[in-house]
């Protein structure tokens, strides 16, 4: 695919989430590079950016397009101050961006609200796990359970959730 359209967005995007998909992380880093040169406007290509270079330990670069995202998320956040899952990246974004009270205070309207899915709340664990907010972590663990969150396996294998596994409850 990226043979035949080299300057094709989706063609990259979709060689990037193949790697990255495939636990080749650091594969995936030049082509979702190379998509979002060719679409800079896309969120899902900086937070994937993010993602693929903190899974291979690249973590100038998760800094790097941390960075390079905020703007954007800050834009759709002022044009949809409710959408969870972006503030939730927004949230996650600012702790890579080695801002963690920032973080905190972007998710503070999302704790106000009574209606988030399940997998929002486990997001936030995660999130405040990041934050070595452990308590909070918890709190936020049982919530997407009782939201609805029922993907046990992420539980027991999520790394994010590594600083949880040593505290007994």
Not at 37 to 52: G, M
Not at 113 to 133: E, H, M, P, R, T
Request: net charge neutral; aromatic share 10%; with cysteine.
């Amino acid at each position: 695919c990226v043979r035949r359209a080299p300057e094709n967005y989706g063609s990259h995007f979709a060689l990037g989430f193949f790697y990255a998909q495939t636990n080749q992380h650091a594969k995936a880093i030049p082509h979702y590079e190379k998509s979002r040169e060719l679409k800079p406007d896309n969120l899902i290509v900086y937070w994937n950016l993010v993602v693929v270079s903190d899974q291979a330990h690249d973590q100038e670069r998760v800094t790097k397009w941390s960075l390079a995202a905020l703007p954007l998320y800050e834009r759709r956040l002022s044009l949809v101050p409710d959408h969870c899952n972006t503030r939730v990246q927004y949230a996650n974004l600012l702790q890579s961006a080695h801002r963690p009270d920032h973080a905190r205070l972007a998710l503070a309207p999302l704790l106000k609200k009574q209606d988030l899915d399940g997998s929002s709340y486990y997001n936030i664990a995660c999130l405040y796990v990041s934050l070595a907010d452990n308590e909070d972590a918890l709190t936020m663990l049982r919530r997407s359970v009782s939201a609805g969150f029922a993907q046990a396996e992420l539980f027991r294998t999520d790394p994010d959730l590594d600083p949880l596994r040593r505290m007994r409850e």
